[in-house]
Each structure stands twice: as structure tokens, then as C-alpha cells.
């Protein structure tokens, strides 16, 4: 089960301290059945990588990562900084795709590049280009240019956020979500022969929401944004998932 929290970029890196703190005094060590990976901005990666470093359940993450290693590329985050300070990377992220125009490509190769590094890739997918008669041929196209990729390596993890659902406080219908997730493994199955890859749902996860996310078929973990930012919040969704009724 994964809870991952992407801080995007709301934090001062005192805050992100203040939370990671928070977080760690909070945390109680019995939720052995879950991974949590926080995704703080790079500036803070650091300081909250340090408060965090000795709960074996928690592992960290960037929020983006480079397409290669080599090039230059001014703004990016070094490749070796990357594999030494972080376990995971979240490409793709839809406000990336639409706001910087990443393309499917883009990500391909940011995930190929996470994966040389040691890195997990959560590899982030929305319906945004479907159309009327297949409403999933946007996210085919998003998982089969990652496949090339990626098809020798063993770990990624796909997070579903529809965008809709991201930062509006109205999560997307959970009837929606497990047929998404279904159709999401069978694509990744007939892709690469296998469908054994985490599917995660993000898009206004809270407390009260979170079971319902959790208990479907089909789903192995959630990506919460807003509702990561305080201590309160972010460990109320933790506890949840560690219900009984949401282990599988
Ligand atoms: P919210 O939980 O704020 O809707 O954000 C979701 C998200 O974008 C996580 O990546």
C-alpha cells in the first residue's frame, strides 16, 4: 500500500522542515503494511530527507527528473543528486504536461533515465486526450510510449489523476476509478506481458475519502496534494490506510 504526498511547490523550505518534524514525531511505527513517499520541492529535499531518514517506511522523492544525464540543462536537478538523495521520481505529472507542455516522449525518457539511476518512477496518467469513443486512448498512448522505455526494469509505479479531480476538493467517482484501473492493467498487461504494477489514484484524497480509494480492486495506493500539507491531515489519511478493511 502506497501513500505518497506531493508537496508540489507550497511549501517555504521552513515549512517543509516544520511538516517533515511533524511527521516524524507523529508516526507511529505499526504501519509496517505501508510505504510513504513525500515529494518535496528541491530546495527542501534536502532538510526533510535529513528529519526523515530513519523511518524505514518513509522513502523520498523529486517532483520531476532529467531526461538525460549528460546534457546540460539549466533548471534541472542533477542526476547524481537525484540517485543519492531520492528513492523515487514523479514524472509526468498532469500540471507538467499542461503547463510546460511535457509530452509522452519527455516522460519516456525521464522515466528510462530514473530507472538507470535507481530510481522507482511514478509514472502520472490522465484521460486528457481521449476522445468521445475512447475515452481511454489517451492514457494508452501515455503508457505505450513508457513501455519501450522501461520493459527490462522491474519497478515503476502508474499514478490515475484525473484532472479534474486535482486541487477542486471533488475526488473523481470511485466506480470510474476501478474501471480506470482496470483498463490501465490490462494495457500495461498486454504492453509487457505482465500487469503486476502498482496503480495509484490521486485528485482531492482526504481523510474522509481515502477508504474508498483504498478497498477497490485494483488500486495498491493514493497521491495526495492539499491535503499532505499539514501534519493532521496527511496522518489521518496514513491511519486510515492502515485499516484492516483497506489491507490487501
Ligand atoms: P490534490 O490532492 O490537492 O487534489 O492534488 C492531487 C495531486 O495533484 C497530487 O499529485
Redesign the pocket.
Known amino acids: 500500500m502506497y501513500i505518497l504526498a506531493?508537496w508540489k511547490n507550497k511549501l517555504s523550505s521552513e515549512s517543509s522542515k516544520r511538516l517533515a518534524e511533524g511527521i516524524y514525531s507523529r508516526l507511529v511505527h505499526q504501519y509496517l503494511n505501508i510505504e510513504i513517499v513525500i515529494f518535496p520541492d528541491d530546495i527542501s529535499l534536502l532538510g526533510v530527507k535529513s528529519i526523515l531518514d530513519s523511518l524505514s517506511i518513509v522513502k523520498i522523492g523529486a517532483q520531476d527528473g532529467p531526461m538525460d544525464k549528460t546534457s546540460s540543462l539549466t533548471g534541472s536537478i542533477s542526476a547524481s543528486n537525484l540517485s543519492k538523495f531520492c528513492d523515487y521520481v514523479l514524472l509526468g505529472?498532469s500540471?507538467r504536461r499542461a503547463i510546460l507542455g511535457e509530452t509522452n516522449e519527455m516522460v519516456a525518457l525521464k522515466a528510462t533515465e530514473a530507472i538507470e539511476l535507481g530510481l522507482v518512477p511514478v509514472i502520472?496518467v490522465t484521460k486528457g486526450n481521449g476522445t468521445a469513443f475512447d475515452p481511454y486512448s489517451g492514457i494508452k498512448a501515455q503508457l505505450e510510449s513508457i513501455h519501450d522505455h522501461i520493459r527490462r526494469q522491474g519497478k515503476y509505479l502508474i499514478a490515475y489523476?484525473p484532472t479534474d479531480?486535482?486541487?477542486?476538493g471533488i475526488s473523481a467517482d470511485t466506480e470510474e476509478v476501478k474501471n480506470t484501473a482496470e483498463t490501465i492493467r490490462k494495457m500495461v498487461s498486454a504492453i509487457q506481458g505482465s500487469s503486476d504494477i502498482p496503480v495509484l489514484y490521486?485528485?482531492?484524497?482526504n481523510a474522509k475519502n481515502v477508504s474508498s480509494f483504498l478497498s477497490l480492486e485494483g488500486i495498491d495506493g493514493v497521491?495526495?496534494?492539499?491535503?499532505s500539507l499539514t501534519v493532521d491531515s496527511f496522518l489521518k489519511i496514513v491511519k486510515k490506510a492502515s485499516d484492516p478493511q483497506n489491507l490487501k
Not at 479531480?165 to 477542486?168: F, R
Not at 497521491?223 to 491535503?227: H, K, Q, R, T
Open positions: 506531493n505529472h500540471e502520472c489523476e479531480a486535482i486541487g477542486t490521486g485528485g482531492s484524497v497521491l495526495v496534494g492539499g491535503e
